[in-house]
């Protein structure tokens, strides 16, 4: 993009990376049941993976990277994760994939009970976003 337009470009990515499946689904979140797959379907692919494990050995992770791109000036990375735990039962209906089925640290509301106000102060992407921006600081970039 920064070629083509001449102009900055941001991208960020983020997984879902669960211990006891050896940090899968990770890189393949979005297609963890198959390409073009739904977040049932992959919900549901997770659930069954996970179904006889116990519950303290549900271990994740949500991992975000975000790049920023700026023309002439060697690119910003910058990565946030939030840690919790997988639950069978998903419950909640705000936010999107895995979060009715991730209970973050420290939480007994799964990522899908909780406001997207509430949420972004400790979420992998607001993690990542804002240490992106503490990059840009020290650098001395300013909006």
Do not use: W
């Amino acid at each position: 993009m920064v070629a083509a337009t001449g102009l900055a470009a941001v991208a960020d990515d983020s997984g879902l990376e669960v211990d006891a499946l050896g940090g899968r689904p990770g890189v393949f979140s979005a297609r963890y049941a198959g390409e073009g797959a739904t977040d049932k379907e992959n919900n549901a692919k997770l659930v069954a993976e996970l179904s006889d494990v116990p519950d303290a050995a549900r271990t994740c992770r949500y991992r975000c990277v975000a790049v920023l791109v700026i023309p002439g000036r060697p690119e910003f990375v910058a990565e946030g994760t939030c840690e919790g735990r997988v639950v069978l039962e998903g419950r909640g209906s705000l936010g999107f994939g895995y979060d009715p089925h991730v209970i973050p640290q420290g939480e007994n509301r799964t990522m899908g009970e909780i406001p997207l106000e509430e949420k972004l102060s400790f979420s992998h992407r607001g993690r990542a976003f804002r240490a992106l921006a503490e990059s840009l600081r020290r650098e001395g970039i300013h909006s």
